[in-house]
């Protein structure tokens, strides 16, 4: 998901962020995927606005929304690629505790 930080910013206004979160519920593994991707682009964008916020406005809302708990169990995922991913987002854009092990291993 490539975007300006403009464009970023319109997209947390409309709510973007929660239409992501529902679809991490989804069985596609390509559509996390690419979610997993676009919240990576997202809350990159918000680190360059936590300089001058002091935190990051995307970040903040996937956690008041709960959205976190999905990336959660999806570091859980026997897909490989799902599992580094959501691991790779939470190392870099939350402090929570994290379970690096694969479900079925």
Do not use: W
Not at 39 to 68: Q, R, T, W, Y
Not at 81 to 97: A, G, K, P, R, T
Request: proline share 1%; with cysteine; glycine share 4%.
């Amino acid at each position: 998901m490539g975007c300006d930080l403009e464009l970023a910013l319109e997209l947390n206004n409309r709510d973007f962020i929660s239409i992501l979160c529902r679809i991490l519920k989804d069985n596609d593994l390509k559509v996390i995927q690419t979610v997993l991707e676009g919240l990576k682009a997202l809350f990159g964008h918000g680190e360059i606005l936590k300089s001058s916020l002091d935190v990051n406005p995307f970040v903040k809302k996937f956690m008041e929304m709960n959205c976190h708990t999905y990336l959660e169990k999806l570091q859980k995922s026997k897909n490989v690629m799902i599992h580094s991913q959501s691991v790779e987002l939470i190392e870099s854009y939350f402090s929570f505790q994290i379970d690096n092990t694969i479900e079925g291993k």
